[in-house]
């Protein structure tokens, strides 16, 4: 039996756990269902951090707007991925 540091902090059989070459007992610090929503998280953060990067992006180009119809849909796209970005 292990003791999971992820967020269930349950006592569980070690065929629970992933092997983890990195740690002394070559098992993961977290079972395999904490290790699963740990993944699932980063996944979410990523999304979110690609979706600020865009919003930077459109910024960056709305600093220079060529035109005020291109400037608009610049507005527009940001207003796109704030969208998104809640709902994430
Ligand atoms: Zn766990």
């Known amino acids: 039996m292990k003791k999971c540091t992820g967020p269930c902090g349950q006592l569980k059989p070690i065929s629970e756990f992933t092997i983890d070459r990195k740690n002394k007992d070559g098992f993961s610090h977290q079972c395999k269902v904490c290790k699963r929503k740990g993944n699932q998280l980063s996944k979410r953060k990523r999304n979110q951090l ?8 459109t910024l960056e180009i709305l600093g220079q707007p060529h035109t ?3 400037a608009r849909g610049l507005i527009q796209e940001i207003k796109r991925s704030l969208t998104n970005f809640q709902e994430n």
């Open 68 to 70: 005020e119809k291109e």
């Open 50 to 57: 690609n979706g600020h990067v865009r919003i930077i992006k």
